[in-house]
């Protein structure tokens, strides 16, 4: 049965929607509802205008044979700081400073508005980086990596720093903890990675960077590759970091442990990111 | 501006989409798109129309002053059928068997589209339970507790075996291990679940039930209320469980631990609740 227009282009957007950077052949929607390909492609027309309207996601076409369309989720640039900023107030609230400079995150990072957000965010800056996957260590990274991997649908891998016999072989690298100079251990399953895989890092917090060069150890370990390192909020570190190319939605700039109190501003993540960010506006 | 009606439809999908289980009032669509009530009475009723065809929602109106319309995500019985029955296709793949009777997960369990369907089917389950909290325990239950809480659009909390020292005070209870009947320790962050809580307990795999009769005891120290167990497989355990009531997805039935073989098939959850999912065939 022909399906009419208005229905179209509503099961459309939610098909669309459920499949970013997901390349679907004009002729998959033209059987679906067995419409002219003319007119699946004038749906689409307008698809993208109102998606580049609200500045939600960009909807490319590619052309040929082996051509269809593909939904690229974004945030635009307004939104991004908005989003930004009203992080930067919630975690500068009483209350949120744990010992050790920590902050207590497991409220946001558990609440879904919040989570859809960060992974639209954060795919926003690796849209064009051909990731394979994500990759995070348990436990408070799993939630951004789940997210960011939704959005650029690709799988997110979990490392572990305590030995779980249900994971089968794994591969295991020993790093150094910026916060207290200790040698730890950190493994991933071994049949999780395949090799040459495009591997973007992501992690909840981020203090002297110790965590995540393991990370970056372990991937080359599995002749991986890194294709870049982004943080929801980065602490306050006296001395070197051992991670120097990153990007940090948040920034934790003043730690009063005395008061309690804290005090969270914008990090990099918007001015590392502008061109990409504002693309989302033409 | 004023918004056409097909654009208007597209934000609206989208829009609704991402805000599963909200009360979205009609005046909210009618500013935002500077068109006349009737005319967004109109664009839902076709949403409406065209999500119950396609069996992936349902649009709940909630008449009056302080009504407007609700997306609820849903899966039909056809789908999850397939999904199911696709699941244990892939968990009876060989390899997947590891030490100790447990199975190898972690693939699927991080792969989004596969997250997407665990998330839906689970959410039809509950979706007039007004769930407070997903709850599950770190670290392989924490993906499918993030999918159904993005489909409930409600936090998910996740209890731990080990203590890390950022999240604050907590609230810790003694359980047994089914499988190795240890004393084991668990326990939540203090200030994560508010007494009275309507609480999903959900588990990427359950062998005795001990882990789940942990987090029940769990959801009882903080004068919060189970409402129900959902995991995506539970194996072979010879013995009594210690958990009666609950949906699995999954279930391994056979396993061969000298062939390196298991068999898996459908677990209760479509008997359990076949009239929920015949809901979305109405």
């Known amino acids: 049965m022909k399906v009419r227009r208005s229905d179209r282009l509503i099961d459309m957007t939610r098909y669309l929607l459920e499949r970013p950077h997901t390349l679907i052949p004009l002729t998959f929607f033209s059987k679906r509802y067995e419409s002219a390909k003319s007119s699946i492609s004038e749906d689409l027309a307008i698809v993208r205008r109102t998606f580049a309207q609200r500045q939600t996601g960009i909807l490319e076409t590619v052309p040929g044979a082996a051509g269809g369309v593909r939904y690229i989720p974004i945030m635009g640039e307004d939104e991004a700081e908005n989003f930004i900023a009203a992080m930067s107030k919630r975690l500068s609230e009483t209350d949120r400073l744990l010992p050790g400079g920590y902050v207590y995150l497991s409220d946001l990072l558990g609440t879904p508005s919040v989570l859809r957000q960060i992974g639209r965010l954060i ?6 980086a051909h990731v394979d996957a994500v990759m995070t260590v348990a436990t408070k990274g799993i939630p951004i990596a789940q997210s960011v991997s939704q959005y650029l649908n690709v799988p997110f891998v979990i490392v572990r720093r305590d030995s779980k016999i249900t994971e089968g072989s794994t591969v295991s690298v020993n790093y150094v903890s910026g916060s207290s100079a ?15 895989s495009r591997v973007l890092i992501v992690d909840d917090f ?5 965590t995540v060069n393991g990370m970056k150890a372990l991937i080359d ?6 294709v870049g390192i982004t943080v929801f909020a980065e602490g306050k570190f006296d001395g070197d970091r051992m991670v120097s190319e990153y990007t940090s939605l948040i920034r934790v700039d003043k730690v009063d ?23 989302a506006g033409q």
Chains 1, 2 share one sequence.
């Not at 370990?221 to 890194?226: I, L, R, Y």
């Not at 005395?258 to 502008?274: S, Y």
Request: aromatic letters at 6%; a positive charge.
């Open 206 to 210: 981020m203090k002297g960077g110790g």
């Open 123 to 128: 795919a926003t800056q690796y849209r064009e």
């Open 257 to 279: 442990t005395k008061a309690n109190t804290l005090h969270a501003t914008a990090g990099n993540f918007l001015d590392r990111n502008r061109q990409l960010l504002e693309v």
């Open 182 to 196: 200790r040698i730890e251990k950190m493994e991933l399953s071994k049949r999780s990675l395949p090799a040459n």
């Open 221 to 226: 370990e599995f002749n991986a590759k890194m």
